[in-house]
């Protein structure tokens, strides 16, 4: 079992930065990857970024260059800094986790809104 808490989601103006932390309930190192997804009003989930155990990471083609995804092992948790926004950044943003043992385990966090406003 994987409790994922997200935090740091807000309004924000165009052009300016957020930083969202997902706190897990246990070692990261044991989750195979961690991501955050967002979902528009209307629109399917995506995947934002992801980084894996091992420190491998991917982005979404309309995010490079523009959010990070990052982790500190010590504190359980996994950031994605999110410069430049634009309004269709505007989003819940959802935590993640990814777990392999003999089948996959997916866990999602409760969401954190983003509103980006133009």
């Known amino acids: 079992q994987v409790q994922l808490v997200e935090s740091g989601g807000g309004l924000v103006q165009a052009g300016g930065s957020l930083r969202l932390s997902c706190a897990a309930s246990?070692?990261?190192?044991?989750?195979?990857?961690m991501g955050w997804y967002r979902q528009a009003p209307g629109k399917q989930r995506e995947l934002v970024a992801s980084?894996?155990?091992?420190?491998?990471?991917n982005y979404e083609d309309s995010v490079k260059g523009r959010f990070t995804i990052s982790r500190d092992v010590a504190k359980n948790t996994v950031y994605l800094q999110m410069n430049s926004l634009k309004s269709e950044d505007t989003a819940v943003y959802y935590c993640?986790?990814?777990?392999?043992?003999?089948?996959?385990?997916?866990?999602w966090g409760q969401g954190t809104q983003v509103t980006v406003s133009s």
């Open positions: 993640n986790a990814v777990v392999w043992s003999f089948k996959q385990y997916i866990y």
């Open positions: 246990r070692n990261i190192f044991s989750i195979n990857s």
């Open positions: 980084i894996s155990s091992g420190g491998s990471t």
